[in-house]
């Protein structure tokens, strides 16, 4: 049965991280998968998370199982920052359950809107690939519009004509905060021209938020989400832990459901259970569980949203000095300076990301996505100059 599967590409952005592992080069520099990295380029648990684990170690008197739905003290802690301390249900409106990371989050929300009937994902182009590789695995036809306008600014011609066309068995997904792969953002003005747009439409909207205050801050950044919501019946919401919280490898998310109705909610969410059941039975919980430790404890939370600061001011200094350098060759690096979270495209073409990644040890994704927070005041001077050289 198993002997003709034929062999798939290895997940070319998680390739990177071998190809980059094998170069001996001392001073090869690691822009490819997501992840934050300090001035030293070191991916540290946050001090927050340790002090939650060593909590969590002392206090825990049981790994008996919790259910699908995970732990729910860590889904509640979170919906304040979400959604907002006014309104952090809607009215009873909001529920979510835990799920394993992100991915686990957005590959919930896609299945159970295709329970729901479902067949297309309306999605910017580009993407973070896995959008459209989820739904290739559920049978889900993708549908993209241009989401980057030639000048590093959103292109809202794109969305605009994406919406009009949108129809009832759609899903529109639209990044949060910290677009993923380009760093490119809607302003307040164009969330609220979105989330006008949305309430005319049939379609439902998902909003991937993987970044939440690695942009401008865990209020501005939830901004788009809470635009869109107070002016939608009904909307999903995948929310990632990992980058936030320092906790990748984890795997904390969490899938958040509004529904038209509170009444509907029970039975909208006994399809994440019963297909969470399906899929992994439950999350895992211990990086949940620290997650609820830090919100629960007002000095721990101080101690997170101080890390997170400095992580955001890190990657702002570096994005400062790209907008500064501007033109690297044929490639203009001042629209980085406007961008937000961990990455932005450079613009270089497929044949460029080889020959800077040979020439000078610089690791990058195919489509020229780098991660910011790979570059250090060691090392930006010189992924500067590799650029200029490869596009000269
Ligand atoms: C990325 O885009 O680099 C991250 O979201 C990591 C991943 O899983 O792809």
Not at 119 to 147: K, M, Y
Not at 242 to 247: I, M, R
Not at 342 to 364: A, C, D, N, P
Request: net charge negative; hydrophobic share 40%; aromatic share 6%.
């Amino acid at each position: 049965m198993l002997a003709h599967l034929e062999q798939q590409p290895a997940d070319a952005l998680l390739a990177l991280i071998k190809l980059h592992d094998a170069d001996p080069r001392a001073d090869k520099i690691d822009l490819g998968v997501g992840v934050y990295r300090t001035g030293q380029g070191e991916t540290p648990v946050f001090g927050a998370i340790k002090a939650a684990e060593r909590v969590l170690v002392d206090t825990q008197d049981s790994k008996a199982y919790l259910g699908p739905e995970g732990d729910m003290g860590f889904v509640r802690a979170l919906m304040p920052y979400v959604f907002g301390e006014g309104a952090p249900d809607m009215g009873g409106r909001i529920e979510g359950m835990q799920t394993p990371g992100g991915t686990g989050s957005l590959r919930l929300a896609l299945a159970m809107a295709k329970r729901a009937g479902a067949t297309r994902l309306v999605v910017g182009n580009p993407s973070w690939p896995n959008h459209a590789q989820i739904c290739r695995d559920l049978g889900l036809e993708v549908v993209e519009f241009n989401h980057a306008a030639p000048d590093g600014t959103a292109d809202m011609d794109g969305i605009r004509k994406a919406i009009a066309d949108g129809g009832e068995h759609d899903v529109l997904m639209l990044h949060g905060c910290c677009h993923n792969p380009t760093g490119i953002d809607y302003s307040e003005g164009e969330w609220d021209e979105i989330a006008g747009l949305l309430a005319d439409s049939p379609m439902l909207p998902l909003i991937d938020l993987a970044y939440q205050g690695l942009g401008h801050g865990m209020e501005e950044d939830a901004y788009g989400v809470r635009r869109v919501l107070v002016s939608v019946p009904e909307a999903m919401v995948s929310y990632s832990c990992d980058k936030n919280f320092g906790l990748y490898r984890d795997r904390v998310g969490a899938l958040y459901v509004m529904a038209r109705d509170a009444a509907d909610l029970p039975a909208i969410m006994s399809h994440g259970h019963a297909l969470a059941r399906a899929n992994w039975s439950q999350p895992p919980d211990h990086g949940g569980a620290a997650v609820r430790i830090v919100l629960e404890d007002e000095k721990l939370t101080e101690q997170w949203l101080d890390e997170l600061d400095q992580m955001r001011e890190r990657m702002r200094q570096m994005r400062a000095r790209l907008a500064q350098a501007g033109q690297a060759g044929s490639v203009d690096l001042s629209p980085m300076g406007q961008q937000n979270g961990l990455f932005s495209i450079v613009g270089l073409t497929g044949e460029q990301v080889l020959e800077i990644r040979e020439k000078h040890g610089v690791y990058m994704a195919g489509s020229s996505r780098i991660n910011v927070a790979g570059l250090t005041a060691g090392n930006i001077e010189k992924f500067i100059d590799a650029v200029a050289d490869v596009s000269a």
